[in-house]
């Protein structure tokens, strides 16, 4: 069975030729297919009854050959998949943890800076502190009062840590999403700045189902209903399944 499906899927066997043969010629017809009279609108009909009629051959020939190939196409994906999602958990919850402890490690540097920070500004503060101290001892209140009206000298650069070992092939790269949380809000905010109206995406597979259950008879501001007209062609006679005659 199995080296049947990949002889009729094998698009250089001679069965496949023919069929390749057969659709190229009715290809060649149809290019040249014109409609000027009854007669011509009959046997265009015909025509596509013999179409219907190949595809339809087409697919008792090579249909349980596609089948067969793609439920083995189906067992493989679902056995890959299987088994990446065990990875994916696994590579994720690894991933989890890494961006934790990355996280939690930048936070306790951050810390330390402003821990820093604070100590090198009590200090100069102090120091300022004494220095006006000294001069009202010495008579100099104006001066005293003009130094601790200045700002704080220069302060001890901080020194940060490296917080995240680097190395190659490894970033944390910040991902950022937009969550609708009022949908009528942003509707009427986009209605009041056309600019926007893209953000808003109409619904069309609704829009069909309602316009279809409608009949046509729909009515929305900035919506316009059309109709196509299309043909349906049996290959059968009067539905008794029998095949209309070559």
């Not at 040249?32 to 219907?52: G, M, N, P, Y």
């Not at 595809?55 to 020939?61: A, G, M, S, V």
Request: net charge negative; charged share 25%.
């Amino acid at each position: 069975m199995a080296e049947l499906a990949v002889d009729r899927l094998d698009e250089s066997s001679p069965r496949n030729l023919e069929i390749a043969r057969d659709v190229q010629v009715m290809s060649d017809q149809v290019a040249s297919l014109t409609i000027h009279s009854r007669q011509d609108f009959l046997q265009a009909i015909e025509f596509v009854r013999h179409v219907k009629l190949k595809r339809l051959k087409i697919e008792k020939e090579l249909g349980p050959a596609v089948a067969h190939a793609h439920q083995a196409h189906k067992n493989l994906v679902a056995l890959r998949r299987r088994y990446d999602d065990v990875l994916a958990v696994a590579e994720r919850e690894a991933k989890a943890s890494a961006c934790a402890w990355a996280n939690a490690e930048k936070q306790q540097v951050e810390l330390e800076a402003t821990r820093q920070e604070a100590s090198a500004v009590a200090t100069a503060t102090a120091i300022r502190q004494a220095q006006a101290d000294e001069l009202r001892s010495n008579g100099s209140a104006k001066e005293a009062d003009a130094l601790l009206g200045e700002p704080l000298g220069p302060l001890p650069p901080v020194v940060r840590r490296q917080a995240v070992p680097v190395l190659d092939g490894v970033s944390f790269p910040s991902k950022w999403a937009a969550v609708v949380t009022d949908l009528p809000a942003l509707i009427a905010y986009c209605a009041a700045n056309p600019q926007w109206a893209k953000l808003v995406q109409p619904n069309q597979k609704e829009l069909g189902k309602l316009v279809r259950a409608l009949r046509g008879n729909m009515e929305f501001p900035g919506v316009e209903v059309t109709e196509d007209t299309t043909m349906s062609v049996s290959v059968t006679k009067n539905g008794t399944g029998d095949i209309w005659d070559q």
